[in-house]
């Protein structure tokens, strides 16, 4: 019997992670008396506006939640309220010291390992939905064209009126599903989500315009029926999914030029520009379109765009195959009068993270620095240390990623044992030295080509037949298949 949560953990302490919290962060988060306080009148009341969270049916952490108000001529003011984490967890306290070595809450399709206790994430630190809570607030003014006209940050205390979900609030903005129960009750709520709505399309309108990149990959979602494991499905993207990354992308790029402003240090998240830039150009030239010879991130995503609308059910592979290519992203710490790479993907040149405190540090790390910058005081970080902590950063959260991605292709080899012999169709999702890689739909796995992998690359489609699978190392082999 293969026992999906003592894989892991053992993934996890085998990338160095801490599967864990030490017997002092236990006691630390314990001996909080609730959630942070801070005299009335001493920062901003803003519990009177119609604040709302849309995140997943099951979560609990909610790090941020949003309104909207419209200003007349078409602008709109757009905030976004962040869970005021470093509150209860002070630097360089137990606390501190576990969500630092981690850097991220690690999602695994057998368990969730939370970057903080449970006690802060889903409860005195989440902006749960009827609870007083203070915030880092950031205020963006968008004008009708979609541009950013100002934007502002300070503490405030808020109030989330109605915690939504991804899946039904998306059903009802594209028409296709009723308004969820909560949005039906609260008054003016249902306007209010309509002009969230309209904002964001605004927003990414202008953002792709600048070469923002359109893409669409697929994350698994383990499903359990009493218990067991019956299937990994993709997660959709809806308009809701696009609200709240429209919204997140706005904050953490006010976020940035806040601190910029202040002259304040920064740990900026970077996407450099695609070495294998060569190969995106040969699937674009596949696919009958001409890119320029140099990496040219309005002229990509003009391509993306064209064959979402020509062929949106093989976007997802195309999308994943960019992704591929593009490469990671990372986090590199700006200091006073420094230039760091901006973010290709996202046509950005000032970009954080900052709007998830309770799952990232990095956006921990962030909040620190925005409510030094605020109070006018020294930053928490020095130079040096925030150098390190932006490398830590990256790396911890690339082993982070390989833990999920190994307990998910456990979890799928378990669903794909019994089907030996099965004949797929197939995308190539990686090739290097180790390998040639494919990823399989249904369910939503993927695995190494050992035979037939000869003159392949990334963005490939072939057919493959399953052959092996080895549930406790998380490996699926396939080999080349006719097609049919």
């Given amino acids: 019997m293969h026992d999906l949560k003592r894989i892991a953990r053992r993934a ?24 942070a306080e801070a005299a009335r009148g001493a920062i901003a009341d803003l519990r009177d506006l119609a604040w709302s969270s849309i995140d997943n049916d099951d979560s609990r952490d909610l790090d941020q939640i949003e309104v909207a108000e419209p200003l007349g001529s078409g602008a709109v003011k757009v905030s976004v309220a962040i869970a005021d984490v470093d509150a209860l967890v002070p630097v360089r306290t137990a606390l501190d010291a576990h969500a630092r ?52 940050l300070k503490r405030a205390w808020v109030r989330n009126r109605a915690k939504l979900a991804y899946d039904a609030l998306g059903a009802w903005l594209e028409g296709r599903g009723p308004a969820p129960a909560r949005v039906a009750a609260v008054a003016g709520l249902a306007e209010q989500l309509r002009l969230q709505d309209a904002v964001a399309q605004r ?14 990959t697929l994350e698994g979602r383990a499903v359990f029926e009493r218990g067991e494991l019956t299937d990994l499905v993709p997660e959709p993207r809806n308009r809701a999914r696009e609200l709240i990354e429209d919204f997140m992308i706005a904050a953490n790029t006010a976020t940035a030029r806040f601190l910029a402003q202040r002259g304040a240090p920064s740990m900026r998240r970077v996407l450099r520009t ?25 002229a990509l995503e003009g391509f993306l765009s064209a064959r979402y609308r020509a062929e949106p059910a093989r976007f997802a ?48 790390i962030t909040q620190r620095l925005v409510k030094a910058a605020l109070a006018g005081g020294p930053s928490p970080y020095g130079a040096e240390e925030l150098r390190a902590l932006a490398a830590h950063c990256t790396l911890q959260e690339d082993n982070a990623a390989h833990v999920e991605r190994e307990v998910r292709k456990c979890a799928a080899a378990l669903l794909l044992e019994p089907r030996i012999g099965t004949t797929f169709a197939a995308i190539v999702t990686g090739v ?29 489609a072939l057919r493959v037949k399953l052959i092996h699978t080895d549930v406790e190392r998380g490996h699926i082999d396939f080999a080349r298949a006719p097609r049919d």
Wanted: charged share 20%.
């Fill in 203 to 216: 927003l990414k309108a202008l953002r792709h315009l600048h070469g923002a990149l359109t893409l669409d």
């Fill in 432 to 460: 290097n030295e180790q390998g040639t890689w494919v990823r399989i739909a249904r369910p939503l796995a993927e695995g190494k080509l050992v035979r037939g992998f000869e003159h392949l690359d990334v963005g490939d």
């Fill in 12 to 35: 996890m302490l085998a990338r160095g992670l801490l599967p864990e919290f030490s017997a002092e962060a236990q006691a630390q988060a314990h001996g909080l008396s609730g959630p």
């Fill in 274 to 298: 695609p070495a294998r830039w060569e190969r995106i150009v040969a699937l674009a030239a596949a696919l009958g379109t001409r890119l320029p010879a140099q990496p040219d991130g309005r």
């Fill in 101 to 152: 070595h981690n850097t991220t809450s690690v999602y695994t399709a057998a368990q969730i390992f939370p970057m903080l206790p449970e006690r802060l994430s889903t409860d005195l630190t989440s902006l749960g939905e009827g609870a007083d809570r203070i915030a880092i607030v950031v205020g963006v003014t968008i004008a009708a064209d979609g541009t950013v006209a100002d934007f502002e």
């Fill in 317 to 364: 592979d195309l999308s994943l195959g960019i992704v591929k290519l593009l490469g990671r992203g990372e986090y590199v710490a700006e200091l006073p009068g420094e230039s760091t790479p901006g973010h290709f993907g996202l046509a950005i040149s000032d970009y954080t993270h900052s709007t998830a405190p309770n799952r990232r540090f990095p956006d921990l």
